[in-house]
């Protein structure tokens, strides 16, 4: 309630991570582990964007393998990614190519490839890259100034 009154937007509590999939619109991840934390049968059939942003690492996997290739999967760099973020995994795996990759951000943000067309399932895989971490900072910041 407190954040809700803060940031004037309402929460909703959820009981298990199950029951929030199946709400959000928007996941963000934030784990260095190596197990998923959530199923490609929990998430809102409406469609949902999934932003992996853990602590990459060789061994981290917060996204299953057959999440990472049900939609489009957008990573920062994908040098970067198939190296240190989920698309490792499902390359290790051959669940995708670097091919199956939609975009990288940068060309969303460039307005070069469309992003959200509808009831899909999209990943981001965040890395970390200085310039752009600044720059979806400074947007995030601008919007929600707005609210």
Do not use: H
Not at 2 to 27: P, R
Not at 58 to 72: D, F, Y
Not at 127 to 142: E, H, R, S
């Amino acid at each position: 309630k407190e954040m809700g009154d803060e940031l004037g937007v309402t929460f909703e509590v959820a009981s298990s991570a199950e029951e929030l999939c199946g709400k959000s619109d928007v996941i963000y991840t934030q784990t260095p582990g190596g197990s998923t934390v959530l199923e490609k049968e929990w998430l809102n059939p409406k469609g949902v964007t999934i932003i992996a942003s853990g602590s990459d690492q060789p061994t981290k996997q917060e996204i299953p393998n057959n999440v990472l290739a049900a939609g489009k999967y957008i990573s920062d760099l994908t040098k970067q990614t198939s190296k240190v973020g989920e698309l490792r995994g499902a390359l290790q795996a051959g669940a995708m190519t670097e091919d199956d990759v939609y975009a990288e951000l940068g060309e969303i943000v460039n307005g070069d490839k469309p992003g959200r067309e509808g009831d899909e399932i999209i990943v981001v895989d965040l890395t970390g890259t200085g310039a752009q971490d600044a720059a979806i900072g400074q947007v995030a910041w601008d919007k929600l100034s707005k609210l």
